[in-house]
């Protein structure tokens, strides 16, 4: 960095002078998170700015690779020390002297909305700029909700603050967030930028507090807040969101500030931040492996996907938008080219809805290479199958694969459930072998399961990480072990689920309950969505491995007996009459799972919805228990994760071991016992003491 140092500002927090322009440095390393030391800096720094008669502007900038990437979000869970960023932003508003943010980057939340509060910003075209709160179960705190529509209208500040949108600086600049772009990526460009442009002020300031908000129809901003309440499902912090905005062309700013902050401080409190602060904690977390420190990942410039059907195009999708080239391996011309069908409807599907330009489409379809050639696969780093998941389907592959790829390629499998070992016992370099459990559609969900086979080398599962960063994806290891995390825990709460309707529920009143609770479907829908022969045909392969005393409910085997697949054959759980968009209750299943109840002497009762959900819950507490106690887990973060983002389990609730560790230990012990006793024989209670507190 150039100019001349200041000590009067130290610490994490230092004044370098570029003539009459005082440079703020924050340095607090990694991200520069505005922790207590950096408010204390800046406001020392900007009281300097004030007293010194040399100085006639100041930049606030970011040592490193980023501004302030956000709040210490690790302050949040308990009382916040002075001076509180409110406080900053004032002295800077106050100041008679402006003040320019130079963002490169991160901008997020806290880091946001001090460069709001300066009277410029000047952005590195790679920064990224938005308010994330609501996300994290709050609201801005430090005049978010005020600055932020004052710029760009109130419709368009209720969209950004409720989805915590990720602003690109480009897409800022056209909002009118930014002032000016730098001409490059680099901290020296920004900086330059930044002073120049404090030096343009001559003096003047430019606050956004003193800005009027933007006039526009009341229509607008209401079409806004129904979209903000219905994507975020209604949750307080949306709701709060929504009316701190509206505040800002409602009442004095200075009311207006402190009721937000008012009600920031009350729901950085509450459980549903500390859940979403537990999530985003896990996800920073999730990739970290103490045993691949220092291990380099192998080379990955292309990729290979065998299977061109609902998921293995999904997952060219996300490597081409990804800027991977692939080659994609189909069995027969006709499965080959329903694929490719389905790839440039994808892509024409979003040129048309303006999400990416036609010579942005058109460069991703030309770095795909179709083939029904197995050879063709010789060039790829990794390759990752999405075929039948069928043992000795996948086997025969990867046998075929092992003869044709090059010495060190990865080969990864996509099974759900399926043993690794024994698909990569088929090759001659299991090494080289790893589960990469994608969610579906692929291109959408951030999920993969990334699975650790007894003989995959620790290079292995750095490649596979790499990918999964690659692609823009949340990466959480697992062993081999059936179903992995996520379809293991699912299988466990799909049965305790068919328990409940054998005893007396039914399938709506079961899905209601869940859904209630918070889940995005209820099990009976959800299996009807992705089809009841898919768990039928799982049963089926494990029969001869279940013990004959064990409970086992018929009741999903006999629909799909009748034919009752699901949405795809009109009916399942529910009936699906043409043209339906939810299913119906039909008398039919009704009838079917009276009597299955009634074949095994069962007298039917009625379960509250307090118990449904209290024994799903369990159900899925007392599994993750048991994945944690075999090693097929590595935290409680990781299970959480995995049911929240690949499994519907409201993320406001923290994930099931996040839930479980607010409930009492001797609550939880008891009710585990009696979760037991109703399941019957064949239930495996695991150690509730394998959960760590949170």
Not at 559 to 566: F, I, K, M, P, Y
């Amino acid at each position: 960095m150039t100019g001349r140092p200041d000590d009067r500002a130290g610490g994490t927090v230092r004044l370098e002078r570029d003539g009459g322009v005082a440079v703020i440095v924050i340095d607090n390393p990694p991200v520069n998170a505005g922790s207590t030391a950096v408010r204390r800096g800046l406001l020392d720094a900007v009281t300097t700015l004030a007293a010194d008669p040399e100085l006639e502007a100041a930049v606030l900038i970011g040592a490193g690779r980023t501004f302030i990437a956000g709040s210490d979000l690790r302050e949040f869970g308990q009382p916040l020390e002075d001076p509180q960023l409110p406080a900053v932003i004032a002295a800077i508003e106050a100041c008679a002297k402006p003040v320019v943010a130079a963002l490169h980057g991160a901008a997020l939340g806290g880091g946001f909305e001090l460069a709001l509060g300066c009277d410029a910003r000047v952005a590195a075209p790679g920064t990224r700029v938005g308010l994330p709160e609501v996300t994290l179960g709050m609201i801005p705190g430090a005049g978010g909700t005020q600055r932020l529509p004052r710029l760009v209208g109130l419709s368009t500040a209720i969209a950004l603050i409720c989805e915590g949108r990720r602003l690109a600086a480009a897409d800022a600049l056209a909002l009118g967030l930014v002032d000016a772009l730098a001409s490059d990526d680099g901290v020296e460009a920004v900086r330059t930028a930044a002073v120049a442009h404090a030096r343009s002020l001559a003096g003047r300031k430019c606050r956004a507090a003193d800005k009027p908000v933007p006039a526009e129809p009341a229509e607008f901003i209401e079409a806004a807040a129904v979209a903000a309440l219905r994507a975020g499902r209604g949750r307080p912090p949306v709701i709060e969101a929504i009316r701190a905005v509206r505040a800002a062309a409602e009442r004095p700013l200075d009311e207006a500030l402190a009721e937000e902050r008012a009600v920031f401080q009350r729901l950085r409190l509450e459980t549903e931040a500390f859940a979403r602060r537990h999530l985003f904690f896990a996800e920073r977390d999730a990739a970290r492996l103490a045993e691949l420190e220092g291990v380099a990942p192998r080379r990955l410039e292309r990729i290979g996907v065998v299977g061109a059907g609902t998921m293995g195009t999904g997952i060219v999708i996300a490597a081409l938008d990804a800027g991977l080239p692939v080659t994609l391996l189909e069995n027969g011309a006709g499965a080959l080219d329903t694929g490719l069908a389905r790839l440039r409807d994808h892509y024409a599907r979003r040129v048309d809805g303006g999400k990416l330009s036609a010579e942005a489409a058109g460069k991703r379809l030309a770095a795909l290479e179709p083939t029904i050639d197995i050879a063709a696969l010789a060039t790829a780093d990794l390759v990752i199958e999405a075929v039948f998941e069928d043992l000795e389907v996948k086997q025969d592959l990867f046998r075929r694969l092992d003869s044709v790829l090059a010495p060190g390629a990865v080969l990864a499998s996509n099974t759900s459930y399926l043993d690794l070992d024994a698909i990569a016992a088929a090759t001659s370099r299991p090494r080289d072998v790893v589960g990469l459990h994608f969610f579906s559609p692929a291109n959408v969900m951030r999920l993969l399961e990334v699975v650790r086979g007894a003989k995959t080398s620790p290079d292995v599962l750095a490649t596979a990480l790499a990918l999964a960063k690659r692609l823009g994806k949340l990466p959480v290891v697992a062993g081999n072990a059936f179903g992995f995390i996520g379809n293991r825990i699912y299988a466990a709460y799909r049965r305790q689920c068919e328990f409940l309707i054998e005893e007396g529920a039914l399938p709506a009143g079961v899905d209601a309950a869940l859904e209630r609770f918070g889940f995005a479907m209820g099990p009976f829908a959800v299996a009807d969505l992705s089809g009841l022969d898919i768990a039928w045909r799982m049963r089926r392969q494990q029969s001869a491995t279940w013990d004959p005393a064990a409970r086992y409910v018929e009741i999903p085997d006999r629909l799909c007996e009748a034919g009752r697949l699901g949405r795809k054959t009109g009916a399942g759980y529910y009936r699906y009459p043409p043209g339906a968009k939810r299913g119906e209750t039909d008398p039919e299943v009704t009838a079917l799972i009276e009597a299955a109840s009634s074949a095994k002497g069962i007298v039917r009762r009625a379960i509250p919805d307090e118990e449904i959900v209290g024994r799903v819950l369990l159900t899925m507490v007392n599994e993750a228990a048991c994945l944690l106690s075999e090693g097929v887990a590595a935290r409680a973060s990781d299970i959480d994760l995995v049911l929240v983002n690949g499994y519907g389990f409201p993320a406001w609730e923290g994930g099931p071991l996040f839930w479980a560790t607010r409930q009492d230990p001797s609550w939880l012990r008891a009710e585990l016992a009696r979760l037991a006793d109703l399941s019957g024989p064949g239930f495996r209670r695991c150690d509730p003491g394998m959960i760590p507190a949170v």
